[in-house]
């Protein structure tokens, strides 16, 4: 029994992390609240759990809080920006253009440039310092030239809404205890997860 709660067992390590992702879920919620401040959250969040995959953990709120500080006028702004564009491309796509094929197919193809540089921006904000403008476009050229890892990304975050779309339909109870879950660790367990791939694309920028 000794073995297991010893700290350097892996009993003790996996729940020490669980605590830790359901802190940083915590407050990542709570820093969300506002919505204006969601963007520096997503910073504060990845900054932590980046720092977690690279084995360069620190006490979880000090750290958080630091990077949402640090990100708050940038992480602000590329959320701002996020929201307006996301929002302006669905109102083409399913109100302004639903009888106009070649609108729905512009805010289409607009649409996945979009989504390109919002799987990588919030991330690369967190782990460099650069203006705004190069972040989003450093973002592209990033999810482009690492589209192996894109698709990762990008399957990481589509399973929540479809696990959710497969639970709505396949049993009430199901989806209401995946919700309690994802209340207490969703969010920075899909950080911690999709982290993993980010370490690999960032390692190759640092290494150059």
Same mark, same amino acid.
């Given at each position: 029994m000794e073995r297991f709660f010893n700290q350097e067992g892996w009993l003790y390590r996996f729940l020490n992390r669980l605590w830790d992702l359901i802190v940083l879920n915590v407050l990542f919620i709570l820093t969300c609240i506002p919505i204006i401040t969601i963007g520096a959250s997503i910073c504060a969040l990845y900054t932590v759990t980046m720092k977690g995959v690279r084995k360069e953990d620190s006490y979880?709120?000090?750290?958080?809080?630091?990077?949402?500080?640090?990100?708050?006028?940038?992480?602000?702004?590329?959320?701002?920006?996020? !929201?307006?564009?996301?929002?302006? &491309?669905? $109102?083409?796509?399913? /109100?302004?253009?639903?009888?106009?094929?070649?609108?729905? *197919? %512009?805010?289409?193809?607009?649409?996945?440039?979009?989504?390109?540089?919002?799987?990588?921006?919030?991330?690369?904000?967190?782990?460099?310092?650069?203006?705004?403008?190069?972040? !989003?476009?450093?973002?592209?050229? &990033?999810? $482009?030239?690492?589209? /192996?890892?894109?698709?990762?990304?990008?399957?990481?975050? *589509? %399973?929540?809404?479809?696990l959710i779309v497969f639970l709505a339909v396949?049993?009430?109870?199901?989806?209401?205890?995946?919700?309690?879950?994802?209340v207490f660790v969703g969010f920075s367990a899909i950080a911690w997860f999709k982290s993993f791939v980010y370490r690999n694309v960032f390692d190759t920028i640092e290494e150059s």
């Open positions: 979880i709120a000090s750290s958080y809080f630091k990077a949402f500080k640090e990100n708050f006028k940038k992480g602000t702004l590329i959320w701002l920006l996020l !929201l307006a564009v996301w929002s302006v &491309l669905l $109102v083409d796509i399913f /109100l302004v253009g639903k009888d106009n094929s070649v609108l729905v *197919a %512009m805010g289409g193809a607009f649409g996945i440039f979009w989504l390109l540089i919002t799987l990588y921006v919030f991330q690369l904000q967190a782990r460099f310092e650069n203006s705004v403008q190069n972040t !989003l476009l450093n973002s592209f050229l &990033l999810a $482009v030239k690492n589209w /192996l890892s894109t698709l990762q990304l990008a399957g990481i975050t *589509a %399973m929540v809404p479809a396949a049993s009430q109870a199901a989806l209401g205890w995946f919700c309690s879950l994802f």
